[in-house]
């Protein structure tokens, strides 16, 4: 369902984003399509909630500075709270690096910090600690998690609180304390999930009229080499070329709208709908620098098989993955295998062109011997 429903929201979002920016600001059809947008964005991040508690999302965790991260989303963080709430970052001495996939701890705490939010109506102080800490051998048998060094992050707010009978269900998908115009009950249940992907855990602590803390811990990395690179790309500054790609996608309507924008972004282009098709192209004399292909592909033959096939055929071929279910064919254990590029469905034209790029310059990638 998630593969199937992804492929729907990367047409809508992907055409209804070329729609707004076609239309002029006076146009009365430009607020249409902004809202066919919002919705394609709102349906995204429903399907994304949904992985993350099933622990099914691709994560790929590299060792990451929680001050770093932290520091980088702080002005949203601000933003995202508002001028009634009082926000701040204390971190207890040097922090160990950790082990996390960035995007994904960015978003975990974007939601709570908007659950802190809600929780305080009136304004009160959200206040975000971080410091080093051990896990013994007691504590971790009766919580399903491995003893040792961790990295704690606790979000605590001065607000409403929630009963001792209602603190158990918190992490449930779909279970709010929240009027039903506030939030579908996927904040806590996806960071619940996410967290518990990544070898981590997570308690909540709250009274009614006092607050709330939720404490996430993070396995601490063990190599401490900072992978993280920052993107220094303005957002609306495409990147382009001009390289050959072969895009393998069995989706007619998703095929179509990757070929159009490859094509718009300087690419030249040539489609498969399936591994067969595949398989002859790569077997010709066309020139091919980079193979775009769907993980999940009909009759067996996977996107990852056609990887390995390609090449077997062409070496020095770059591969870039993309599926909005990835299955186990490039994830094991919760994890991108190593030198795997995923671009995850659905994707704006942005992400689309940075993650082409990254993926023709070499980056991320292992060589195939």
């Keep these: 369902v998630a593969h199937d429903f992804n492929n729907l929201l990367t047409v809508v979002i ?6 707004t920016e076609s239309f002029e600001d006076s146009n009365r059809l430009k607020p249409l399509a902004d809202m066919i947008l919002q919705a394609g964005y709102r349906g995204a991040d429903l399907t994304r909630s949904l992985l993350a508690f099933a622990r099914k999302q691709p994560l790929d965790p590299k060792p ?31 922090l160990k690096h950790v082990l996390v996939d960035a995007g994904q701890f960015e978003n975990a705490l974007l939601n709570l910090s908007l659950n802190a939010k809600d929780a305080m109506p009136k304004g009160g102080q959200l206040v975000i600690e971080a410091k080093n800490t051990h896990l013994p051998e007691q504590y971790a048998q009766n919580n399903d998690i491995s003893s040792g060094d961790y990295v704690v992050l606790a979000v605590s707010d001065s607000g ?22 506030k939030g579908t009950g996927l904040g806590l249940a996806m960071v619940y999930g996410f967290i518990k992907q990544s070898n981590g855990h997570v308690n909540i602590y709250s009274e009614p009229g006092q ?10 990395a063990i190599d401490n080499t900072l992978q993280r690179k920052v993107n220094t790309q ?3 500054n495409l990147q382009i070329g001009h390289e050959t790609i072969l895009v393998v996608e069995d989706d007619p309507m998703v095929r179509e709208y990757v070929l159009t924008q490859l094509t718009a972004l300087g690419y030249d282009v040539l489609s498969a709908a399936d591994g067969k098709q595949a398989m002859d192209i790569l077997q010709s004399e066309q020139k091919i620098d980079l193979l775009l292909t769907d993980v999940v592909l009909p009759e067996g033959f996977n996107g990852r098989k056609i990887a390995e096939l390609a090449l077997k055929l062409r070496p020095s071929l770059r591969i870039l993955y993309t599926s909005g279910y990835t299955e186990n064919s490039i994830v094991h254990h919760g994890r991108l295998d190593k030198g795997v590029l995923l671009l995850s469905k659905p994707y704006k034209r942005e992400e689309l062109a940075s993650k082409v790029r990254m993926a023709l310059d070499g980056e991320g990638q292992v060589s195939s011997d």
């Design 14 to 19: 992907g055409n209804s984003q070329i729609l």
């Design 64 to 94: 990451e500075s929680i001050k770093q991260l932290i520091d980088q989303l702080w002005p949203l963080l601000e933003r995202a709270v508002g001028e009634g709430i009082a926000i701040k970052f204390i971190a207890e001495g040097p």
């Design 160 to 181: 409403c609180g929630i009963d001792a009978e209602k603190l158990d269900k918190v992490f449930e998908p779909f279970y709010t304390t929240k009027s039903k115009d």
């Design 211 to 220: 607050g709330t803390t939720v404490r996430l811990y993070l396995p601490v």
């Design 234 to 236: 303005e957002p609306n």
